[in-house]
């Protein structure tokens, strides 16, 4: 063999090897229900705690691409008073429920159960619940909900979820970071591996920011044997000071 020919032989290879996906390229395929949908049951739990502030978590926004909440400046305004004034507005503080995102980004795990027709997912910060309706197409009108009105698809292996109808109540980090009754949030939850899950939002609300904005997080599932969501009651801070005031 002449070394042109073992040169364009070798040049060839690689040609082929760069095309071809890499194994840890390959995009994981989950295990079915016996409705055949992707299987996301499981006891998950998100790292590090995000929650605490959006902005600050590494990596965590992932549009705009530089990591900040596009906010419009009057919103920018409300949401640096809202951070001044944590402590006693958070309203997570109060025994509130968390909303959505936040309620998947807080440091407690929730379990996701399926059927045909919905799928649950119980949470085991004060008790919370979400209903996610595979079969219905349209919102709910003139009401809202402090975690909105969920209704979800399947695309491929990703279960895309549409919420809406929210009220304006709840805050996405203990930072301040808000939103208005205009809220809605698509989310999408995908099965990487066995034991993780990605989770993306993606935020808009015109009342409040100047574009959409999008969040990305692992979650891990706890794998432990008899693993089971444990009971979490809220005590508001206000009592909790009142009560140590009496000296009760």
């Not at 904005?213 to 005590?235: D, F, G, V």
Request: with cysteine; hydrophobic share 35%.
């Amino acid at each position: 063999m002449t070394t042109r020919s073992l040169g364009v032989l070798l040049s060839g290879t690689a040609l082929v090897l760069a095309v071809l996906p890499s194994a840890s390229a390959q995009a994981y395929t989950p295990p079915r229900t016996p409705d055949g949908q992707p299987d996301l049951q499981g006891i998950w739990q998100v790292r590090n705690s995000p929650d605490k502030d959006l902005e600050k978590a590494k990596g965590l926004i992932v549009e705009p691409k530089n990591g900040k909440i596009p906010y419009q400046p009057a919103a920018l305004a409300q949401k640096k008073q809202n951070e001044k004034n944590s402590a006693t507005a958070d309203p997570l503080n109060k025994c509130y429920m968390p909303g959505v995102p936040r309620l998947n980004l807080l440091n407690y795990p929730f379990q996701i159960f399926q059927t045909a027709d919905q799928v649950a997912i119980a949470h085991e910060y004060i008790h919370n619940w979400r209903n996610i309706y595979l079969k219905r197409n349209k919102h709910l009108e003139q009401i809202d909900f402090w975690q909105g009105d969920s209704i979800g698809h399947w695309e491929g292996d990703t279960l895309v979820v549409d919420v809406a109808d929210f009220n304006d109540q709840t805050w996405f980090d203990k930072a301040g970071d808000f939103h208005s009754d205009a809220l809605h949030v698509t989310e999408r939850y995908t099965r990487t591996g066995p034991d993780t899950l990605r989770y993306e939002a993606t935020i808009e609300d015109p009342k409040t920011f100047t574009m959409p904005w999008k969040i990305s997080a692992e979650l891990r599932r706890n794998t432990q044997p008899n693993a089971r969501l444990l009971e979490y009651e809220c005590h508001y801070l206000a009592d909790v000071a009142a009560t140590k005031k009496e000296g009760k």
